[in-house]
């Protein structure tokens, strides 16, 4: 099953799955885009039930006041890093995005932009970045979509002043993996990006109440 986000430049290239062949396939599909992203949201979530994944909660770390940026990471950044970008911005979150393996210039991906502009957001000026190509600040906040997202920016040997947090701990229910939805069904596109709303939404309001809380905010 494809699980790329849209790494490389043929990735606007629509990626065909067989058809579901009963109704509990086709559930699974438009609630977690394939049965390895099932098991890896569960495995994630067991993850977070243990403990496993508190370095990767900002309110561990001195909490949100100590970032500045929102830089939402998956791997492509032409699907769901894409669009966590758009709908913070539309909050009035400082927020960017950026990819871990793609090509720089990238446009967003059809299916995404589509159910994008069904939400009221437009990813047309969207160009995907790729993290050789971006230039981190002190102060931001790496929000991965995935556990082995984070870890591969935990490995990286990031500037001093940048954290990584899992956007998933942002959601209600509980969904720390968010499952790459590039090549899969416009079903599970509308999934992801409920979740991801869900997720931005929850964010942002600790954001915004974390910064007003500052000293100096006005």
């Given at each position: ?24 396939q086709r559930a699974m599909r438009s609630r977690y885009g394939t049965f390895r992203g099932l098991v890896r949201l569960l495995l994630a979530n067991l993850e977070k ?105 935990s490995a990286r040997g990031l500037p001093s002043g940048v954290g990584i947090a899992l956007l998933g701990h ?49």
């Amino acid at each position: 099953m494809p699980d790329t986000d849209g790494i490389g430049p043929s990735s606007q290239s629509f990626v065909k799955i067989p058809p579901a062949r009963n109704a509990v396939q086709r559930a699974m599909r438009s609630r977690y885009g394939t049965f390895r992203g099932l098991v890896r949201l569960l495995l994630a979530n067991l993850e977070k039930t243990i403990g496993n994944l508190e370095k990767y909660n900002p309110a561990n770390d001195g909490g949100l006041a100590a970032y500045t940026r929102l830089v939402f990471v998956c791997q492509g950044n032409i699907c769901r890093s894409a669009y966590a970008e758009y709908r913070a911005r539309a909050l009035g979150l400082p927020s960017v995005s950026l990819g871990l393996s793609t090509c720089t210039g990238q446009p967003v991906f059809r299916l995404a932009a589509e159910e994008a502009e069904r939400r009221g957001l437009d990813l047309s000026n969207h160009q995907s970045t790729d993290i050789h190509d971006f230039e981190f600040r002190s102060g931001d906040l790496l929000v991965a979509m995935e556990v082995r997202q984070a870890r591969q920016l935990s490995a990286r040997g990031l500037p001093s002043g940048v954290g990584i947090a899992l956007l998933g701990h942002w959601t209600a229910p509980l969904r720390i993996h968010i499952h790459d939805p590039y090549g899969l069904e416009a079903s599970y596109f509308d999934t992801c990006f409920a979740v991801i709303d869900n997720a931005v939404g929850r964010l942002g309001h600790a954001w915004q109440v974390a910064h007003k809380s500052l000293p100096d905010a006005t």
